[in-house]
Structure formats: structure tokens, C-alpha cells
Nanobody, 120 residues
């Protein structure tokens, strides 16, 4: 099993910054990628950013140039540095891990979510 514990959310003024953290524990046979998603009440979960082995980070257009995804060398902690925050960034942010535990099986793991509120 994999457990993801998120932290770092809170209230910030427009134009400010926050850094989200995701601590991963447990075991997995093969790690594919880690990323961040966000979701507002009553809406679909939206992809924000992904980092994967052997590739550069990828970002959704609304956050490109403002957010930076990173991780430690052991892939046990994932970060999302959020700068120049806007009110439309207000959402619950979720940490995501994609990997395989058995051959031929793709698993998606999610954190509990952390609230980010940007005031105008």
C-alpha cells in the first residue's frame, strides 16, 4: 500500500505564495509519476502538474509559469510551489501517485486533500 499525507494549504492573499508538500510512504513495485490535482465543490477534479521519471515536469495551462512541481531524490516527498496566486486557484489540492504493484496493473493513489484559499 501507499499512503500520501499532504500539508501546506491555507489562506493567502492574491499575489502571494504557498508551498504544498506530500509525504509518501509504503511500498510500490514501480513508480510511474507523481502529480497534483485540484477540485472545487461540485466540479470535476482538474489536473495541475505532473513529474515523472525520465521526463520534464508538465503543467496545466492555467498554472504554467506560476507553479513549480518538484520532489526529493528518493521520491518520498512531493512539492508544489505556488507563486502569484489568483482567486481562481482556490480549491482543494490533492497529491497523486501513479505506479504498479503487480505486473499489468496500474494503480492510482490519492492524498486526503488540502485546502488552498486565495483572497482578493
Amino acid at each position: 500500500q501507499v499512503q500520501l499525507v499532504e500539508s501546506g494549504g491555507g489562506l493567502v492573499q492574491a499575489g502571494g505564495s504557498l508551498r504544498l508538500s506530500c509525504a509518501a510512504s509504503g511500498s510500490i513495485f514501480n513508480l510511474v509519476s507523481m502529480g497534483w490535482y485540484r477540485q472545487a465543490p461540485g466540479k470535476q477534479r482538474e489536473w495541475v502538474a505532473t513529474i515523472r521519471i525520465g521526463d520534464n515536469p508538465n503543467y496545466a495551462d492555467p498554472v504554467k509559469g506560476r507553479f513549480t512541481i518538484s520532489r526529493d531524490n528518493a521520491w518520498t516527498t512531493l512539492y508544489l510551489q505556488m507563486n502569484s496566486l489568483k482567486p481562481e486557484d482556490t480549491d482543494v489540492y490533492y497529491c497523486n501517485l501513479v505506479g504498479t504493484m503487480t505486473v499489468g496493473t496500474v494503480e492510482n493513489y490519492w492524498g486526503q486533500g488540502t485546502q488552498v484559499t486565495v483572497s482578493s
